[in-house]
């Protein structure tokens, strides 16, 4: 049977490790971590878990870092992705991303919010659990994903499907402003590719040019981004292109193709037979 401790005490648990928490976070921050170069800051992960007392930790073929505290029959899973993306252009920035900034309401670089400072938050309620003795009939599982900026789903698709883990709940750490989100709106992954003909830039009338013919559509989606459903609970749907590519022979040459990246985010009531295909243009094809 669960034990009923105070939540005053749980938060003066938490309060005890702020400072932990904070190196902690600051050390993963420090530690550039793009998709698919997660290593340094997995190890870094598996050194705090061990640190603090976890039961196993262990590192899966694919390098997601598995911590686990308890050893009761019901698993419950936190997660958090550890890769981040790039820190753009480094002149937007007004400290050193990787350094990081501190002040006393909150700590800034690449990753604090999505998803490293979930990672340390996680790593250290698993402390605060086993302190208190509050995993009782059940395992938990804390789980540092890797490569969900660029392959969103696949971390957690390898963990069901090649190590059998199946958890009766899962509390995913993406950042909501600290408040508790029960869904979330679904996604799609979209890329348009246009065709056209190469050929010297000098005359570009006898060629087709893929750029130009990307043109209206990127014009359309821009306009179709303007009017998609609305739900009250879950919100607006909408659409980005996030990417858009090219294939020249030269800068003096007709592209003879172009393509672009589409983020599409699906509120209630939206599903892929509803939205994708409808009077597909010939020029393009679209994938997901």
Avoid at 27 to 37: K, R, T
Avoid at 50 to 77: C, Q, S, T
Wanted: proline share 4%; aromatic share 6%.
């Amino acid at each position: 049977m669960a034990k009923n401790i105070p939540f005053k005490l749980i938060l003066e648990k938490a309060k005890d490790y702020q400072a932990d928490m904070t190196r902690f976070l600051r050390d993963m921050v420090a530690i550039p971590s793009e998709s698919c170069d997660e290593k340094r800051v997995v190890h870094r992960i598996k050194e705090e878990m061990e640190k603090v007392g976890f039961d196993k930790v262990e590192i899966d073929p694919m390098g997601n870092v598995l911590g686990y505290i308890g050893h009761g029959p019901r698993l419950v899973a936190m997660d958090a992705h550890i890769d981040t993306v790039g820190i753009g252009n480094i002149k937007n920035w007004d400290f050193d991303p990787y350094e990081g900034m501190e002040t006393d309401e909150l700590i800034g670089g690449r990753g604090t919010s999505d998803q490293e400072g979930g990672m340390a938050s996680m790593v250290y309620a698993g402390k605060i659990i086993k302190d208190l003795g509050l995993e009782d009939e059940y395992t938990l599982l804390v789980t540092g994903t890797v490569q969900e900026e660029d392959c969103d789903g696949l971390c957690w698709q390898y963990i069901i499907e090649q190590s059998g883990i199946r958890p009766e709940f899962v509390v995913s750490t993406e950042p909501t402003d600290c408040q508790i989100y029960r869904g979330q709106r679904g996604r799609m992954e979209i890329r348009i590719d246009v065709q056209g003909v190469s050929c010297h830039g000098s005359a570009p009338e006898r060629g087709d040019n893929a750029i130009f013919k990307m043109g209206p559509i990127l014009g359309e989606l821009q306009e179709l981004s303007q009017r998609l459903g609305y739900d009250e609970f879950l919100g607006k749907g909408t659409l980005t292109v996030s990417e858009i590519f090219f294939t020249s022979p030269s800068r003096c040459a007709v592209a003879d193709s172009c393509a672009v990246s589409i983020d599409r985010r699906l509120t209630w009531g939206r599903n892929l037979g509803r939205r994708a295909g409808r009077n597909p243009r010939p020029a393009c094809s679209t994938e997901s």
